[in-house]
Antibody
Framework: EVQLLESGGALVQPGGSLRLSCVAS????????MNWVRQAPGRGLEWVSV????????YYADSVKGRFTVSRDNAENALYLQMNSLRADDTAMYYC???????????????????WGQGTLVTVSS | EIVLTQSPATLSLSPGERATLSCRAS??????LAWYQQKPGQAPRLLIY???IRATGIPARFSGRGSGTDFTLTISSLEPEDFAIYYC??????????FGQGTKVEI
């Protein structure tokens, strides 16, 4: 069974940092690009970042560019999101999501988020 | 950035009825559009991708159609477990990948 398990969410003060993790199982992790998608409380979905299956390419939403860094460890089947300079509007549930199709470039058209982890909650507040 | 506009915001229906959800893109996304279902307290789940292909394990009562700027998700006969929020998403114009604001299907 394909599973994604996020962790690392917490309450953090504005300006602080946090590192999220997502551990994958049930598939060949190194074959798939991986994404972070977030959802503010009571709001819709916002794509945050993608990392290619080799880890050599990364892309970010403008809202987090320069503050967040995505990385992966294919030997450990793990995805990470380092979040710095956190703001109140970063408060959200953060989901990791695998690309549907393997071995496609991170910025390829027509790849979709499937499956998703259960999410980890990040709250930025003083 | 491509904006996806979903309508209606809320759809109030009864079990057994047909649901028709709309997603309109601000510019063409070809057929690079997907639909996700999200139930309260759960992560989203992929229902339809490439505009009309059902994801693995998705019942046949879910169908998608459209291309270019106008897309539709249809649930032919609502089951109690189908009452949820549905999001469309495009992955055509980079950056970024964008979602619609969601349609809530309520009883």
């Amino acid at each position: 069974e394909v599973q994604l398990l996020e962790s690392g969410g917490a309450l953090v003060q504005p300006g602080g940092s946090l590192r999220l993790s997502c551990v994958a199982s049930g598939f060949t992790f190194s074959d798939y690009a991986m994404n972070w998608v977030r959802q503010a409380p009571g709001r819709g979905l916002e794509w945050v970042s993608v990392i290619g299956y080799t880890g050599s390419s990364t892309y970010y939403a403008d809202s987090v560019k320069g503050r967040f860094t995505v990385s992966r460890d294919n030997a450990e089947n793990a995805l990470y999101l380092q979040m710095n300079s956190l703001r109140a509007d970063d408060t959200a549930m953060y989901y990791c999501a695998r690309d549907l199709r393997p071995r496609l470039a991170a910025d390829s058209n027509g790849n979709w988020f499937d499956p998703w982890g259960q999410g980890t909650l990040v709250t930025v507040s003083s | 950035e491509i904006v996806l506009t979903q309508s209606p915001a809320t759809l109030s229906l009864s079990p057994g009825e047909r649901a028709t959800l709309s997603c309109r893109a601000s510019e063409s996304v070809s057929r690079y559009l997907a639909w996700y279902q999200q139930k309260p307290g759960q992560a989203p789940r992929l229902l339809i991708y490439d505009a009309s292909i059902r994801a693995t394990g998705i019942p046949a009562r879910f169908s998608g159609r459209g291309s270019g700027t106008d897309f539709t998700l249809t649930i032919s006969s609502l089951e109690p477990e189908d009452f949820a929020i549905y999001y469309c998403q495009q992955r055509y114009n980079w950056p970024p990948w964008t979602f619609g604001q969601g349609t809530k299907v309520e009883i």
